[in-house]
Nanobody, 124 residues
Framework: QVQLMESGGGSVQAGGSLRLSCVASGNARRKTTMAWFRQAPGKEREGVAAIYTDRDGTYYADSVKGRFTISLDNAKNTVSLQMNNMKPEDTAMYYC?????????????????WGQGTQVTISS
């Protein structure tokens, strides 16, 4: 089992920045990929960014490329999401996820473990 705990959500104005963090605990061998997803009210959960834990490789949704950066600190079992130049449409609940066998890195169904989520609100 892998437990995930997110932190760092909040409210900022458009153009501002936030940094989310997710600490993983439990069996580290039960994950090869970690990712951030988001879900706005009335919308489906969508992949934002993903990163391998055992090799190089990061992946981003087109909507956040150039604005968001995902990073991994294996020593601390922490994955972070730096979000810059934020837009009102980035408003959502953000979830950290971990998966063992992940083919489609931004598809929610590929992930086995989920955090509780942290709210991000961007005002115009």
């Amino acid at each position: 089992q892998v437990q995930l705990m997110e932190s760092g959500g909040g409210s900022v104005q458009a153009g501002g920045s936030l940094r989310l963090s997710c600490v993983a605990s439990g069996n580290a061998r039960r994950k090869t990929t970690m990712a951030w997803f988001r879900q706005a009210p009335g919308k489906e959960r969508e992949g934002v960014a993903a990163i391998y834990t055992d090799r190089d490789g990061t992946y981003y949704a087109d909507s956040v490329k150039g604005r968001f950066t995902i990073s991994l600190d294996n020593a601390k079992n922490t994955v972070s999401l730096q979000m810059n130049n934020m837009k009102p449409e980035d408003t959502a609940m953000y979830y950290c996820a971990a998966g063992l066998y992940v083919a489609d890195r931004l598809r929610p169904g590929e992930y086995n473990y989920w955090g509780q989520g942290t709210q991000v609100t961007i005002s115009s």
